[in-house]
């Protein structure tokens, strides 16, 4: 049946146009934007994951951030503890140096009062944004004897926490400005001889048999105090090897949720030009048979004339 007032093929055509240019539109936007899904209502399963793996990339960026300036603040504190133990090796030699018979003490102690000077230097020059491990004041209100770097972000389903790697400030400090706590100005014991590494002066001291005795047993308390400043050289050593392995493996998994955001949300640019041009096509056919359709009155406008 033919009828003026309802056109059924135009309506039919003029159907499937919108179709299409609605969809030209979503293909538009995809190749524009570069994402097939770029808001909750193209796909609101995949858009909600992609949100919060996006936040959760940006959480491991920072947790990146972290672990370098953690790496930084222990490379400086390594840096200092090695240059410690050298001059440390140095007083030692000194006092070695000081227990052949004759020698003048009072050169030496002149020598050995530089040497500990210098370790108070480095200790407290071992500084990084604020931080100071191998100095410190036990007794300050804001002293934490443990010392945490971020290190990893964790989701369990809805539950999120904070991963991090502990340092123990009690096996790395030099000097404690709360009395004598630190490996180099506490009080350490030999035979008969208490002394501090900063404070020991063998200026007075002569050939006499008790005299020699304190001199080695100073030598021990010296070598005693290296030990454990290698012990704490070793720690910092561990902790900056495991700080790089946790960087590396931070950006690695970083780039594995850069992936999986990819795969739910970015467009395929192959496959959208593809179907741009298949749409394109659709589109001027659609124009074809509505134009087709809407001339439809134009025959029966044709049965009228004589």
């Known amino acids: 049946m033919s009828s003026l007032n309802t056109n059924s093929a135009a309506m039919t055509a003029l159907q499937s146009l919108r179709m299409t240019n609605a969809a030209m539109a979503h293909t538009q936007t995809a190749i524009a934007t570069g994402f097939r899904v770029a808001q909750a209502k193209d796909n609101a399963a995949y858009w909600s994951i992609a ?19 953690g790496s930084a603040t222990v490379d400086v504190a390594y840096t200092a503890m090695e240059s410690a133990i050298k001059v440390t090796d140095e007083i030692k030699a000194k006092l070695v140096a000081a227990r052949e018979p004759g020698v003048d003490r009072n050169k ?13 230097s480095i ?11 191998l100095s410190v004041d036990s007794s300050d209100t804001g002293y934490n004897a443990t010392k945490s770097i971020v290190s990893s972000f964790i989701r369990d389903g809805a539950v999120v926490s904070i991963g991090t790697t502990d340092i123990t400030l009690t096996d790395l400090s030099l000097f404690d400005a709360n009395g004598q706590l630190g490996l180099l100005d506490k009080d350490r014991t030999s035979g008969t001889t208490t002394d501090t590494v900063v ?102 406008l044709a049965l009228f004339r004589g």
């Not at 919060?52 to 300036?69: E, F, I, N, Q």
């Not at 030496?108 to 108070?120: C, D, H, K, P, R």
């Not at 005795?213 to 400043?229: G, P």
């Open 51 to 69: 949100t919060t793996m996006r936040s959760d990339h940006k959480a491991m960026s920072t947790v990146k951030d972290a672990l370098g300036l």
């Open 123 to 133: 200790a407290s020059s071992a500084s990084f944004t604020g931080e100071n491990w």
């Open 108 to 120: 030496i102690q002149a020598e050995v009062s530089e040497l500990q000077a210098t370790l108070t």
């Open 199 to 300: 404070t020991l002066d063998i200026s007075a001291l002569t050939d006499s048999t008790a005299d020699v005795t304190e001199l080695e047993d100073l030598i021990q308390i010296v070598d005693d105090a290296i030990q454990d400043m290698a012990d704490g050289a070793t720690s910092l050593g561990a902790i900056s090897s495991r700080i790089d392995l946790q960087k590396d493996f931070v950006s690695d998994l970083m780039d594995a949720f850069q992936r999986g955001i990819g795969q739910l949300v970015d467009a395929d640019m192959n496959a959208e030009s593809v179907r741009l041009q298949a749409l394109q096509t659709q589109q001027q056919l659609g124009i074809q048979a509505l134009s087709i359709a809407n001339g439809s009155g134009q025959n029966i």
